[in-house]
């Protein structure tokens, strides 16, 4: 069963934010939330991950819900480089070493 | 961080024949993932190869059509056998970062068009 609900595409301006959401409601506890992209033509990228707090790196902010059962991922002025499909991974600590599991992501399409 | 090379890049094929795919990691690393991912669609993963022991298939893929080779920490080998248009697809391998769990770093995958 998927463990996270994505919109299927959204569109955003170029320079404008990107809030990219993600429902993942049966989160538990020990389960961190993970944010992959994958550029055309090219493998999946890890851009941020959390727990509980928010977090923000050279590339995207995340933002968590108090009840951790939904997360934004925010790009914070989007170019047309950032035109990608979008993946919210749920997973847990002791899965450590073990694959990521892939659901249909959104496609993020930004134009100029 | 690890970076990890696939050869071939692309390839078509003849119905029938197989494919071995090559992937190379920069460091040493004990698992390594294979994912194929059919035209518009998301990534599946076919299977786990971890060095000194046989791979550990998901459901609906098999050794015999999926064979894989780990000989070492920094290489792995996917072959693609029998293969029909159906096996079109990029097939990627993967690893996951030392000491950072959660982040997996992939190969820039290889296009296999059967004919």
């Known amino acids: 069963d998927a463990k996270t609900t994505q919109p299927t595409s959204m569109d955003c301006a170029e320079g404008r934010a990107a809030n990219l959401p993600c429902n993942h409601s049966?989160?538990?506890?020990?389960?961190?939330v993970y944010w992959y992209r994958q550029i055309h033509s090219q493998g999946p990228q890890y851009i941020i991950h959390?727990?509980?707090n928010n977090e923000t790196n050279e590339m995207a902010s995340l933002i968590i819900t108090e009840d951790r059962k939904s997360s934004t991922l925010i790009l914070p002025h989007a170019t047309l480089r950032d035109t990608a499909v979008y993946y919210c991974?749920?997973?847990?600590?002791?899965?450590?070493?073990?694959?990521?599991?892939f659901g249909k992501g959104t496609t993020l399409s930004v134009s100029s | 961080s690890a970076v990890i090379s696939q050869k071939p890049s692309r390839d078509i094929c003849q119905r029938g024949t197989s494919l071995t795919i090559q992937c190379q990691v920069d460091?040493?690393?004990?698992?390594m993932f294979w994912y194929r991912q059919q035209p518009g669609q998301s990534l599946t993963l076919i299977a786990t190869?971890?060095?000194?022991?046989?791979?550990?298939?998901e459901s609906g893929f098999v050794i015999d059509k999926f064979p894989i080779s780990r000989p070492n920490l920094t290489f792995s080998t996917l072959t693609v056998s029998n293969m029909s248009p159906e096996d079109s697809s990029i097939y990627l391998c993967?690893?996951?970062?030392?000491?950072?769990?959660?982040?997996?770093?992939f190969g820039p995958g290889t296009r296999l068009t059967v004919l």
């Open positions: 993967s690893v996951e970062a030392s000491g950072r769990f959660g982040e997996q770093f």
């Open positions: 049966t989160i538990s506890g020990n389960e961190y």
């Open positions: 959390g727990l509980k």
């Open positions: 991974i749920v997973r847990a600590a002791w899965e450590a070493g073990t694959a990521l599991i």
């Open positions: 460091s040493q690393v004990t698992m």
């Open positions: 190869a971890n060095q000194g022991s046989e791979a550990t298939y």
